[in-house]
């Protein structure tokens, strides 16, 4: 089944840029997904992309995907303390509609 | 439209007890899902159903039941509740390939 890896921990200064990245590893995955959890709350959907895009802009998030490399990437730019929360990549393969989930990325903005 | 809801919130219980996690939502999904959340793991798929009526096993479904009372309802029930299973659990509904969360239950057993 499809496996998708993510580091654990990402700190920044605040007014910086951050970029959280994630793996998989089913190359039919079809859809890919970034959820953001606040502290003691559920987990929100942030941005996706569809596999036939390379990149996403919204705002200040930009979603890069890298097909070749199974390689997927959030980038926030101008990091805020309120941007700190868990994110968490998903990503849904080919032959299945339930998501799998990365372990999830803890990002600590520094004033 | 409140969404998602679980109850209760919060759950203390003993070695051995039982209870229920309740899980609503009003968007009409078909699919919905149960989930655990502990540290350094992310979120382990307990149970899901992919409609009203039917329901099947996901990554860490022993020592849980659950049901799937009609299209808004799907719970979560421990029989007897063992210490590994203190977690923050965490109903969802899906929709398209989108995920809508609950705002957890956070339970411990001592």
């Known amino acids: 089944g499809e496996d998708v890896e993510q580091s654990l921990f990402l700190s920044v200064r605040e007014g910086d840029s951050s970029v959280i990245n994630c793996t998989y590893t089913?190359?039919?995955?079809?859809?890919l997904y970034w959820y953001k959890q606040e502290p003691g709350a559920g987990l929100q959907l942030l941005t996706y992309?569809?596999?036939?895009?390379d990149m996403k802009q919204d705002q200040r998030l930009t979603v890069l995907l890298n097909k070749k490399d199974k390689h997927l990437s959030l980038r926030i730019a101008d990091t805020q303390t309120g941007d700190s929360a868990i994110y968490f990549c998903?990503?849904?393969?080919?032959?299945?509609?339930?998501?799998?989930f990365g372990r999830g990325t803890s990002l600590i903005v520094h004033p | 439209n409140a969404g998602v809801t679980q109850t209760p919130k919060f759950q203390v219980l003993k070695t051995g007890q039982s209870m229920t996690l309740q899980c609503a939502q009003d968007m009409n999904h078909n699919s919905m899902y149960w989930y655990r959340q502990d540290p350094g793991m992310g979120l382990r798929l307990i149970y899901y159903s992919a409609s009203e009526g039917t329901t099947d096993k996901g990554e860490v479904p022993n020592g849980y039941n659950v049901s799937r009372l009609n299209k808004r309802e799907f719970s979560l029930r421990l029989e007897s509740a063992a210490p590994s299973q203190t977690s923050v659990y965490f109903c969802?509904?899906?929709?398209?390939?989108?995920?809508?969360f609950g705002p957890g239950t956070r339970l411990t057993v001592l």
């Open positions: 992309i569809f596999s036939n895009m």
């Open positions: 998903a990503v849904v393969s080919g032959g299945s509609y339930i998501p799998t």
């Open positions: 969802a509904s899906q929709e398209g390939g989108e995920q809508f």
């Open positions: 089913d190359s039919s995955s079809t859809y």
